[in-house]
Nanobody, 115 residues
Framework: QVQLVESGGGLVQPGGSLRLSCAVSGNIFSIYGMGWYRQAPGKQRELVATITSGGRTNYADSVKGRFTISRDDAKNTVYLQMNSLKPEDTAVYYC?????????WGQGTQVTVSS
């Protein structure tokens, strides 16, 4: 059984930083693309950032220059470094990964940006 477990969310003031982590565990044969999505109250889930197995990254325009996605394949973990956070970044952040040729989701971690 494969699990994706996010951590690192919380409450932060505008302009602050947070680092999210997502660890993949279980019976893993392969992990290809990984990414982060978010869903704010009353809105659809949206892509934040993705990273391929080769390290190619893609970002939503709203987070370019502020967020950085990375991965550590030795630890089966993907990270999202979030800087210069804004109130509009408030959402539940979900990890996503292509594990054993199936797209899988984590349970989500809340990020709240507020003074």
């Amino acid at each position: 059984q494969v699990q994706l477990v996010e951590s690192g969310g919380g409450l932060v003031q505008p302009g602050g930083s947070l680092r999210l982590s997502c660890a993949v565990s279980g019976n893993i044969f392969s992990i290809y693309g990984m990414g982060w999505y978010r869903q704010a109250p009353g809105k659809q889930r949206e892509l934040v950032a993705t990273i391929t197995s080769g390290g190619r990254t893609n970002y939503a325009d709203s987070v370019k220059g502020r967020f950085t996605i990375s991965r550590d394949d030795a630890k089966n973990t993907v990270y999202l470094q979030m800087n210069s956070l804004k109130p509009e970044d408030t959402a539940v952040y979900y990890c996503n990964a292509d594990v054993n040729s199936l797209r899988r989701w984590g349970q989500g971690t809340q990020v709240t940006v507020s003074s």
